[in-house]
């Protein structure tokens, strides 16, 4: 029997919280609550463990990141960073332009009126457990920008070493303790949300959310290859069309890593260098997250406006800009992205545990189509890369007794 994936396990939670929620409605209301308190104990404890886990997943993944971002060719490097992060923030800023203006209206005030505050309409945990995290998410970015600067700057191989290795115990962490107790954690607070009679209108959000996220995905794909059609005087929709075999194989794959082959290979054929193709595409592959960056901008939109939270401009504006470097950290597992944004909703947004769980299962609805947004994209930085690059060795020379204006 083929193992179901994440995606499919999240579902199954949720359907069955649904179901087993409408069945404790109709029974006593002293066997049905403490069914329910049961799963808001076990969210309460893995929330407090996740909480726990961000600040590590942020120095696991961001430090040796950036440390490994200073081997390579130094120009070439620093040209595709620049496109990768500039890509990022315009998706983010696409994603709130569209979302705070379309949503409210698709959402309306029911559907906040009918979640409330989530503190007060959930059922509570049979006790507390409080959980500290060993700093802040301000800290432990900070703390990862100063190493992985100080290794690059250095070429520290030894302290390499020993991130590495605890990026890989992270990693582990998150592949074999947090992404199979996900689903769990979903079903408890669907659970929790169904018993309250609040699932209705969660359900009918997500629908919403799930299409326009995809119609933005393929607007930032129009926007990406348009600009590296005329920048290459190429036909962006040939471009795209070559490129298609990349955005299938990363929906069947969900991985932006397992699909370099292929993207090597239609990035190639779009007309880019082989030399810009074979340092880009891995590369982007790591840091360019453009589909990704939509998908939590949207989500977060959505999740704050069905818990009646203002979408203040300003604020969004500076998630978005942190989130832009925070992506460099999303771990290549599924749903990787939303993991290494957990800290930013929780300290520039103010997520909830219930709104952090709400934020996992709607990314992780649509986690394919963002991760072949992503790679589709890849194409078109590469293809624009190739163009500056291709541009600044063909540059003639000042020779001597030239006067430079």
Known sequence: MKKIGLLGRIIIAIALAVGIGSL?????????????????????????????????????????????????????????????????IVAGILALFVASNLLPGLIGSPAADNIGDPSEALASAFFELEIEPIMGVLTSLIFAFLMGIGMAATGSKTLLSVFD??????????????????????????????????????????????????????????VQYTAAGALTHRNPFRLLKTMAPAYFTALGTQSSAATIPVTVRQARKTGASDKVVDFTVPLFANIHLSGSTITLTTCAIGVMLMNGMPVTIGPMIQF??????????????????????????????????????????????????GTATNVTGDGALAIITDRFATSAETAPTPSAGTKVV
């Not at 669907?190 to 969660?202: D, K």
């Open 165 to 222: 290795e605890f990026q890989q115990l992270i990693e582990k962490t998150i592949s074999s303790v947090i992404i199979p107790l996900l689903p769990f954690h979903i079903f408890g607070v669907f659970l929790n949300m169904t018993y309250a009679g609040q699932v209705a209108s969660v359900l009918s959000v997500f629908a919403m959310v799930f299409v326009l996220i995809i119609a933005m995905h393929l607007i930032m794909l129009l």
């Open 24 to 88: 404790l409605n109709k029974i006593p209301e002293k066997y049905g609550l403490w069914f329910v308190e049961l799963g808001a104990t076990f969210n309460m404890i893995f929330g407090g463990f996740l909480s726990f886990v961000v600040p590590l997943i942020i120095i696991g993944f961001i430090a040796p990141g950036i440390a490994k971002l200073g081997k390579g060719s130094a120009k070439m490097l620093g040209l595709s960073t620049g496109l990768a992060y500039l890509s990022t």
């Open 320 to 369: 978005i800009a942190v989130l832009g470097v925070t992506m460099i950290a999303a771990p290549g597992v599924p749903g990787g992205a939303v993991m290494a944004a957990l800290g930013l909703l929780s300290s520039m947004l103010g997520f909830t545990e219930p709104m952090i769980a709400l934020m996992i299962a709607l990314y992780m609805a649509q986690d394919s189509f």
